[in-house]
């Protein structure tokens, strides 16, 4: 019933490691968007994307990169994971003027 | 630029307390500012709560009520009787249809004793 799911819900992930986050709507969405949130913080966009095959930056897009393979599916990939990028990420669809948002994704960087 | 600000928490209220949470704003690249709260429940994802679209007017949901002031470039959020339930973290946010993005505030902890 979900419309926008996120996977994992958490993952500790090592140093200089790789990680990929997963992002699916049934919203039949446009645009996707990846946010960054952390602790006491608003969240901040890293990509987003308004067609398969295409993402664009946002305003924090160093050391993420984000892939668009359908409309329905967003990753966020982490090629080389740091202890700054502990945070929880969030997915969201758009219609309109709205964003519908996922549960979010702790993310442990150790 | 752009920007949000609200009240910074935790707000701890107690039950059939009322409730205020200010928002204030700053839309320097929008031209026609939409005005939302989200709302996050422990353990799950933000959920948009009321969104109002036109200054002047006032936006309702769940006993929660918004109104879009142009002039003191503002979006409090109130309810006159909150419930332990509405224990939350709330955000305020401006956007625009136009517009692929939206600005949130950094969020405001709601903590409501029984």
């Known amino acids: 019933e979900a419309a926008v799911t996120q996977s994992p819900r958490s993952k500790v992930a090592v140093t200089g490691g790789k990680v990929t986050l997963s992002c699916h709507q049934t919203?039949?969405?446009?645009?996707m968007y990846w946010y960054r949130q952390d602790t006491g913080h608003g969240l901040r966009l890293i990509h987003y994307?308004?067609?398969?095959?295409?993402?664009e930056k946002g305003d924090i897009p160093d050391g993420y990169k984000a892939s668009r393979p359908s409309q329905e599916n967003f990753s966020l990939i982490l090629e080389l994971a740091s202890l700054s990028q502990t945070a929880v990420y969030f997915c969201a669809s758009r219609t309109g003027g709205s964003q519908y948002f996922g549960p979010g994704t702790r993310l442990t960087v150790l | 630029g752009d920007s949000v600000t609200q009240t910074e928490g935790p707000v701890t209220v107690s039950e059939s307390e009322s409730l205020i949470i200010n928002c204030t704003y700053s839309a320097t690249s929008i031209a026609y500012p939409n005005l939302f709260w989200y709302v996050r429940y422990p353990g799950e994802g933000l959920q948009l709560l009321l969104k109002?679209?036109?200054?002047?007017q006032k936006g309702s949901s769940r006993g929660f009520e918004a109104t879009y002031n142009k002039e003191t470039t503002s979006f409090h959020l109130q309810k006159a009787s909150v419930q332990e339930s509405d224990s939350a973290v709330y955000y305020c946010a401006l956007g625009e249809n136009s517009n692929n993005r939206i600005f949130f505030g950094d969020g405001t902890q709601l903590v409501v004793k029984p």
């Open positions: 919203n039949n969405h446009d645009y």
């Open positions: 994307s308004y067609v398969a095959d295409s993402t």
């Open positions: 109002v679209i036109t200054a002047g």
